[in-house]
């Protein structure tokens, strides 16, 4: 299944949009949906996993699972979902094999989750018939200049994991996001905001 059945390609302004943005998709998602997030260090993955948290009403405190390769974040009763499932956030960036894929064992949980897996393209499609593919892009050149697709992943794991500790890149930036359906689970595209309301929350640094 490597054709896309439908791509839609959007536009962020600020951490608070990709935020807002992956909220209403979260709101439509089901159990059993996977996600495959893909974009350079500090692109924005962590944060529309937070988005999607909101919107299927997970308990909060997502933050990038780099160390502990997978979290799950139980369905609040209070929340916007009550009985709604429950996300699994995977880290695949270390996961090199399919036997270490198997041996998370995320096949268990995606009866009971929606399951998002950043650095998860050519490591997961085998979980599901059917996928989103959410690409996250520095609409202008990010670090270092470069177009997204130039800048080099992280040479090793030990890289990669100070990299995130050191926050380099709280303010806001432009970002594209493209969001791509894979499989009968999405043979219509989701109902998403084509553009988004100027009135989402804004952190206030925002006009550094
Ligand atoms: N438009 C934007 N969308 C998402 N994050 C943004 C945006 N603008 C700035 N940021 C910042 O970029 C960083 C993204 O970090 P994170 O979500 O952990 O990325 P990743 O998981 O892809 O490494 C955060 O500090 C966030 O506040
Ligand atoms: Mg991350």
Redesign the pocket.
């Known amino acids: 299944m490597s054709a896309p059945v439908w791509e839609r390609s959007l536009e ?4 608070a ?3 807002a943005l992956a909220a209403a998709l979260g709101a439509v998602l089901e159990t059993g949906d996977l996600l495959i ?1 893909t ?12 988005g999607l948290g909101e919107g299927l009403g997970v308990r909060s405190g997502i933050i ?1 699972p780099t160390f502990v390769l997978v979290r799950i974040h139980p369905n609040l009763p209070e929340g916007p979902r009550p009985g709604g499932p429950d996300l699994v956030h995977v880290d695949a960036y270390r996961l090199e094999s399919a036997a270490e894929i198997d041996d998370i064992d995320l096949e268990n949980t995606m009866d009971s989750a929606v399951t998002v897996v ?1 650095w998860g393209r050519d490591r997961v499609e085998h979980l599901s018939d059917s996928r989103l593919e959410v690409e ?1 892009h520095r609409t202008r050149g990010g670090a270092g200049g470069l177009p997204a697709a130039e800048q080099a992943e992280p040479a090793d794991p030990a890289t990669h994991a100070s990299v ?1 500790d050191f ?1 380099t ?7 594209t996001v493209v969001i791509r359906g894979f499989g009968p689970r999405w043979a219509e595209p989701p109902a998403l905001p084509g553009r988004l309301p100027e009135t989402l929350p804004q ?1 206030p640094e925002r006009n550094s």
Request: hydrophobic share 25%; no cysteine; net charge negative.
């Open positions: 962020v302004r600020t951490a949009e990709t935020h997030l974009g350079e260090l500090g692109a924005g993955k962590t944060t529309f996993t937070q990038s950043e996250l995130l926050d890149d709280d303010d806001d930036e432009p970002r952190t």
